[in-house]
């Protein structure tokens, strides 16, 4: 009987291993149905090579150069809502991904002090791009119990609290702070409200905006409304090119408009909330580029590109003095929104 179950154990151990190396499915959003298409063909004539065992190189590399060339064509041209399509990807990097991928000695520092730990933001001392850094960010979940336990990156008023207490300590021991925004918005339930969601959002952003420690700040995939401006108060501002950084979601904003999400798309473009419509307007300061297709593509060159820019920002940002650093922050959000009237432009143009 022993022999029997260690077979029965044999077998299921086999099958977990099995189920762990199989490749995970790629999602198809909608516009790259024509590039899978070209990959379903791809894999066929590779197997139809090894199996018949007839040259098909030739054949190969021209199907290759077409995905290459329609991928490319496809991800230049990107409308707004496609992007925003993008920046949810299911398979696209999240925060304890980059983690993972690029940093070390990561230790988390849970819990605010006052009321509880909020899973959808997470702190801790890290080692990123060179530098010891205090690493803040919104995490998602991957799968469904996760998500839920996240809140699916929406954080409650304990979450920024939480970020709040990391930021403090790092000013204490001098150390840089790094967020990585990634979430639809704050959590909107009924207890959120009830524990100063607005306040634990605005008491942030000042505290941010004061902070004696160099901040960077990267959309890596969803920045939406006071939910990412919680931790989005810094020195350098930035966003992953396939990100988006909004007042509102495309949803919510054809919600209110045209009474439906019908709109979505419409609502996207009217937003201008890619990362180059915000680099044109100031509103983000660089754009971090990804891997061709996407970070969902190609996870480990999005966080080579992540940490590259980290390192090289917070090199140029330690050269700076802290007052002048204060200074300057405070300067480039005071500045944000200017605009000159068209009436205005024209009057002065007549006085010229």
Known sequence: MSSTADNKSGDSSKKDSSKESAPQLRHVLEFEKPLAKLEQQIKELEAMQASKG??????????????????????????????????????????????????????????????????????????????????????????????????FGCAHPEGYRKAMRAMKLAEKFGLPVVCLIDTAGAYPGIGAEERGQAESIARSMMEMSRLRTPIISIVTGEGGSGGALGIGVADRVAMMEFAWYSVISPEGCSGILWKGSANAAEAAEALKLTSKHLKQHGVVDSIVPEPLGGAHRDPHSAAHNLDQYVSKTLRDLKRTKTENLVERRYERFRNLGVFVDKSEKISSKAAG
Not at 59 to 87: C, F, M, P
Not at 125 to 133: D, F, Y
């Open 54 to 151: 007839i040259d098909y190189a030739t054949e190969l590399r021209q199907l290759r150069g077409n995905y290459t060339s329609l991928l490319r064509k496809t991800y230049d041209n990107l409308s707004a809502w496609e992007t925003v399509q993008v920046a949810r990807h299911p398979q696209r990097p999240l925060f304890r991904d980059y983690v993972e991928m690029i940093c070390r000695d990561f230790r988390e520092i849970h819990g605010d002090r006052f009321y509880g730990d909020d899973r959808a933001i997470v702190t801790g001392l890290a080692r990123m791009g060179g530098h010891k850094v205090m690493l803040i960010g919104h995490h998602k979940g991957k799968d469904t119990k996760e998500k839920i336990a996240c809140h």
